[in-house]
């Protein structure tokens, strides 16, 4: 057995049974990563796999990288690691899956557990930094499994079943999250190729003809040398052919003749503006003729 899972009967959990079988502890640390491990226990194997992560760990330090921070979740269902801003699930192991965990004596802030991989079934080393809880979150591993172990035996081996089926499905859910997003981000590549595809498959050179201007009232302005035939059509209609002019005698909108003094009879005004009337008719046909 482990250190985690062999302490004194008689020790005292630091958290109540609901809180880790209704509910979970979290706790944020940093996640040097996981790596491969030939057993499924072992002090030994545990700090080998130390030494690997952290000279890779110090390598990507020395570039610049920085420690990734994560959130963990720890519940007699197993310990799920996640993004701590984004509640994004990247890494849940299954407590029955999960074979040793212990934290480093000689680094305080080191602790790790060993668990076996749903996919490969291989054994995977995950190592953490934590500079005040490394110790707390081993014990509370520790709890989740002697809770685990207890509703065992009290199910008769049923609830740990019931567990394997909800995980899976967790898993398979985990799966298609993953899936859809790939998709998503494949869709907007395509949209976006399609877009520069067509910017330039567009004809440079070709010029848009312009309609002519409108005044404020939509009506197009007035050009001497503007021909009728030129005049687009608007609404799909070609406007009406201008009228010819008519040497007929137009009437107002009385059906009365213009008035002309001219051309009345002599009957029609009083003596006196009848012959300045006669006056101004001579005066205009003596200019006329000369001409």
């Not at 491969?36 to 030994?44: F, S, Y």
């Not at 979740?73 to 999960?98: A, D, F, M, W």
């Not at 848009?208 to 009506?219: E, L, N, Q």
Request: glycine fraction near 4%; charge should be positive.
């Amino acid at each position: 057995m482990n250190r985690a899972f062999s302490r004194k009967k008689d020790k005292t959990w630091m958290h109540t049974p609901e809180a880790l079988s209704k509910h979970y502890i979290p706790y944020n640390a940093k996640f040097l990563g996981s790596t491969e491990v030939e057993q499924p226990k072992g002090t030994e194997v545990v700090r080998d796999a130390v030494r690997k992560l952290k000279f890779a760990r110090h390598i990507k330090k020395s570039e610049g990288q920085k420690i990734p921070k994560v959130e963990l979740q720890i519940s007699i269902y197993g310990v799920k690691i996640l993004e701590p801003k984004t509640k994004e699930v990247q890494h849940n192991c299954q407590l029955h899956r999960i074979s040793f965990c212990a934290d480093d004596k000689t680094d305080k802030r080191i602790f790790t557990f060993i668990c076996k991989d749903s996919e490969s079934n291989k054994h995977l080393c995950y190592v953490f930094d934590s500079e005040k809880c490394a110790e707390e979150i081993t014990l509370t591993i520790g709890q989740a499994f002697d809770l685990a172990y207890r509703k065992f035996l009290e199910s008769g081996g049923k609830d740990v079943e019931t567990r394997k089926q909800i995980a899976g499905l967790q898993k398979r859910i985990q799966d298609l999250e993953t899936e859809n997003m790939e998709l998503k981000n494949k869709v907007q590549d395509l949209e976006s190729q399609l877009r520069i595809t067509q910017v330039s498959t567009s004809p440079a050179g070709s010029v848009t003809p312009k309609s002519p201007s409108t005044d404020i009232f939509d009506m197009i302005p007035f050009s001497p040398i503007s021909h009728p035939a030129s005049m687009p059509a608007r609404n799909g209609t070609q406007p009406p052919p201008i009228p010819s002019r008519s040497t007929e005698i137009k009437r107002d909108l009385f059906g009365a003749e213009p008035f002309d003094p001219f051309n009345c009879g002599a009957g029609d005004f009083p003596p006196d503006i009848q012959s300045k009337l006669d006056e101004m008719q001579r005066q205009r046909w003596r200019g006329s003729k000369w001409d």
